[in-house]
């Protein structure tokens, strides 16, 4: 025996098999993540001819066989209604919520008219009503309390993360550079002016891709922290993210961003140390913000002039104590190397929290709320 039933987002007919009842699937028509209902509590749709099954992709997460649910013809299904008696119609709770079954506690898809546990009717029960995140203003002194409580989360991870950018370079470089510098030391005994023939060239090749590798690497370090400090299952994977499909087009945008804050913080210095050290210290958001908006280059940097404008002052203070905290123990005799080690994770929570605080987003902190205060519960 078949059970029919509605999407409930697109409305569009489903039918699948009696042993299928209370599992996930993917509505072919709509691709919208559905519950497939248990026969019991289902209207008896119209009799009509069963039409092919169409193919279907399993979402992440989500049991699916590839011929379990199939969209039957729009136009049939319409022709068969017309005859067919009129059925009850069921009310229908909002998607996207969650609702607790009243019979096994068990959370459930709010469109779902049975527990895909028990089986349990989920008719009256209230969808379950999740507090929204209170973002605290801007202090200073609370964002460096939250990248001081996720630093001590995380430095298991952030540590093994910033080996891995200490020896990437070195690894992909080193390759590159002594084909060259053996070449150079053969030619230029015998030669000064062939040795700097192939030392231009050799520039000429080993800039860009210094540029494209310090581009990819600013992008992964950049999702990593981000991801830690949203609370989105940062993992050391994240590092390479630039090497994916979806970091791959923000390489160049990068470089553009890295570029521009080089040549800016140039011309300030030949200036006065003074204006390169405000351009240092004020143009930490525009990676985040490229990542976190995907932007183009020129977009970045252009909401970064704006950020900058309306609060200039926090962000010369979170960028000023960002950099302390990773420059400081570089001078530190003996021991400074393996305490910047330490010290740049903590400079780059303070980074990525201070621009989730002043761009108004919810850090893993407040993102994650237990049901509101007097929000409508299932029954015990």
Not at 31 to 57: C, D, F, L, M, R
Not at 142 to 147: D, F, P, V
Request: aromatic residues 6%; charged residues 15%; negative net charge.
């Amino acid at each position: 025996m078949a059970i029919e039933f509605s999407c409930p987002k697109c409305q569009h007919l489903l039918r699948t098999a009696d042993d299928k009842a209370g599992l996930s699937a993917k509505c072919p028509a709509c691709g919208e993540i559905i519950w497939v209902p248990y026969s019991s509590a289902e209207p008896t749709a119209p009799a009509s001819a069963t039409p092919p099954p169409q193919e279907n992709t399993p979402a992440d997460g989500y049991a699916l066989a590839a011929d379990a649910v199939a969209a039957s013809d729009p136009a049939t299904d319409a022709a068969a209604a017309t005859d067919a008696p009129p059925t009850e119609t069921l009310p229908r709770r909002r998607s996207g919520a969650e609702v607790n079954c009243p019979h096994c506690h068990a959370e459930n898809d709010a469109s779902a008219r049975n527990c895909r546990f028990c089986g349990g009717s989920l008719e009256g029960a209230a969808p379950v009503q999740n507090e929204p995140p209170t973002i605290p203003p801007f202090d200073v002194s609370e964002i460096m309390n939250s990248a001081w409580k996720l630093y001590q989360q995380e430095l298991g991870l952030m540590l093994g993360a910033a080996v891995i950018m200490m020896f990437l370079p070195i690894l992909v470089v080193l390759p590159c550079m002594l084909p060259i510098v053996f070449g150079v030391s053969a030619v230029g005994a015998n030669d000064e002016e062939a040795a700097l023939l192939v030392i231009i060239p050799a520039v000429l090749i080993l800039f860009p891709l210094m540029l494209a590798l310090g581009a990819v690497m600013q992008l992964g370090t950049t999702k990593l922290y981000l991801n830690i400090a949203r609370g989105d299952g940062p993992t050391i994977t994240d590092l390479f993210w630039g090497f994916t499909a979806d970091g791959r087009p923000l390489i160049l945008p990068v470089m553009l961003v890295m570029l521009a804050a080089g040549a800016l913080m140039i011309v300030g210095c030949l200036l006065c140390v003074a204006p390169g050290m405000l351009i240092s210290l004020c143009w930490w958001p525009a990676l985040p913000m490229l990542i976190d908006r995907r932007l183009t280059g020129s977009d970045a940097i252009g909401q970064t002039i704006e950020l900058c404008k309306k609060d200039i002052g926090s962000i010369l203070a979170v960028g000023a104590i960002a950099m302390g905290v990773q420059t400081i123990p570089s001078f530190i005799p003996y021991i400074g190397v393996i305490l910047q080690l330490f010290a740049v994770p903590l400079a780059q929570l303070l980074i990525m929290i201070g621009y989730l605080r002043i761009t108004r987003q919810a850090t893993q902190f407040e993102r994650w709320k237990g049901p509101a205060t007097g929000a409508a519960q299932a029954p015990a």
